[in-house]
């Protein structure tokens, strides 16, 4: 692992090796553990250097793991169709539901109340001792995503058709129709829009909650990250090669074009903004994590290039960190200097 920027470098840490291929990868709420979850079923629980017990393996393979927003309750999500939650304090599962197909995420809301699961043409949601609350299972196609209103009181199904939107109930009472298959939801800290990234190589907004709606096209692949900074001010977009970045401030980016993040020459695996700022972090499968700053002449402030593929990399809470795990079992964690910590001088 070789950073390349000079004094902006990060400095790198390994902290464990995995027998596979990462696949989920997630922080606890106070930034001590590190949960990651890899195709062959394992889950793996770091503190700092050392691993720790871990939940139950999933026997077909690990799609998604979530801390809790407030407690030490890990979900995971399996190819088996199994969702767990399981206590990392006592080191045992609460309690877990299944439906028919493979899990494509788990999402915990904003208030820590449930955690929602895309699981085939399902969406399972578990309170904080694993009990099945609310199950959907009306649906025609398989859910890719599901997210959450900030407020936590809605929750988002997206999938080949739209969004299904769910609050307490088992019916849907809101849809918004999209003519193509949904593959990821981003809804802005603000709770003003939705975003979703297409199968049909394009980026689809609702306004929440009028009829307003815009689209953004001609990206060469179909669309799997989106981010949006904290004040909504900015929607990221990860595609091959380079990271598209729409201002939705004023009247909007209807009829504008978008500024252009180029610093990747494959996919984009992971992205997302730091906690607390605007600054950007885009990982791609070239091996290479970069920190980009919209509002500086400079944009590409940081890079660090990894000896393999990158598969997933997720900031922490406090900002200060990113872990990065890659295609060959390597789990590490790159320190960010104190410049562009949240809250430095200069920062916005």
């Known amino acids: 692992m070789t950073p390349t920027s000079g004094d902006d470098a ?29 195709l062959d079923g394992t889950v793996s629980v770091f503190d700092g250097t050392e691993p720790l017990p871990a939940p139950p393996a999933h026997p077909m393979g690990v799609a ?45 809301s904003p208030t820590g109340r449930e955690v929602a699961a895309a699981v085939g043409k399902t969406v399972v949601r578990l309170d904080i001792v694993g009990a099945e609350r609310w199950r959907h299972d009306d649906h025609d196609a398989t859910v890719a995503c599901v997210a959450w209103t900030p407020d936590g009181r809605s929750l988002a199904a997206g999938m080949n058709g739209g969004i299904r939107w769910y609050q307490d109930g088992i019916e849907a009472w809101k849809t918004f129709d999209y003519a193509g298959a949904l593959l990821a939801l981003a809804v802005a800290p603000s709770g003003r829009w939705i975003a979703s990234g297409n199968h049909d190589n394009s980026v689809h907004c609702w306004r929440l909650w009028t009829a307003e709606e815009l689209s953004m096209s001609g990206y060469e692949q179909k669309i799997l990250h989106l981010a ?79 000896d393999a593929e990158i598969a997933t990399a997720t900031w922490n809470h406090a900002g200060d960190r990113v872990a990065v795990a890659l295609a060959d079992g390597t789990v590490a964690v790159a320190e960010l200097p104190s410049a562009w910590h949240p809250g430095a001088r200069g920062r916005r």
């Open 228 to 306: 949006w900074s904290r004040d909504s001010r900015f929607l990221a977009v990860g595609n091959p090669g380079e990271v598209t970045v729409w201002d939705f401030s004023g009247k909007g980016p209807r009829g504008s074009k978008p500024d252009q993040f180029t610093g990747h020459v494959r996919r984009i695996v992971a992205l997302a903004y730091q906690p607390g700022s605007n600054l950007l972090m885009s990982a791609g499968a070239e091996g290479r994590l970069c920190l980009w700053d919209s509002k500086a002449k400079r944009r590409l402030v940081s890079t660090t290039q990894f």
């Open 64 to 108: 998604d793991v979530g801390w809790h927003p407030q407690l030490p309750l890990l979900a995971t999500g399996g190819l088996d169709g199994v969702v767990r939650v399981w206590d990392a304090e006592r080191a045992q599962v609460l309690g877990e539901a299944s439906a028919k197909g493979w899990c494509a995420q788990v999402s915990w």
């Open 10 to 38: 990060v400095a790198v840490t390994r902290i464990g090796e995995l027998d596979d291929h990462p696949a989920g990868l997630s922080w606890s709420h106070d930034d001590t553990l590190l949960a990651v979850g890899c």
